[in-house]
């Protein structure tokens, strides 16, 4: 099993920046590929950014590229969405999750954490 913990989130103005964080407990961290994904209210459940195992490869969604930059410290167990450039359409509540793929799709990840909610004003 592995538990993943997300923080980081708030209200944030428009262009503003957030980091946010998902700290891991468990099997070890470091066997995992790590997803970041975002739900706004009615709306489905969408891929944000992935990063490899080692943290050497990430490949993020077209709607986040340039502005939004994951990355992981496997010592610390934790994985990070460095978020930039912040607009409206970014507001959802964010998720973190563990798999053994590197992979856009969320029915891969077998692990979630309870997610971190970004609210981003006009």
């Known amino acids: 099993q592995v538990q993943l913990v997300e923080s980081g989130g708030g209200l944030v103005q428009a262009g503003g920046s957030l980091r946010l964080s998902c700290t891991a407990s468990?099997?070890?961290?470091?066997?995992?590929?790590m997803g970041w994904f975002r739900q706004a209210p009615g709306k489905e459940r969408e891929f944000v950014a992935a990063i490899s195992w080692s943290g050497v490869n990430t490949y993020y969604a077209d709607s986040v590229k340039g502005r939004f930059t994951s990355s992981r410290d496997n010592a610390k167990n934790t994985v990070y969405l460095q978020m930039n450039s912040l607009k409206p359409e970014d507001t959802a509540n964010y998720y973190c999750?563990?798999?053994?793929?590197?992979?856009?799709?969320?029915?891969?990840?077998?692990?979630w954490g309870q997610g971190t909610q970004v609210t981003v004003s006009s």
């Open positions: 999750a563990a798999g053994t793929r590197y992979t856009t799709l969320a029915s891969d990840y077998d692990y």
């Open positions: 468990g099997r070890t961290f470091g066997n995992y590929a």
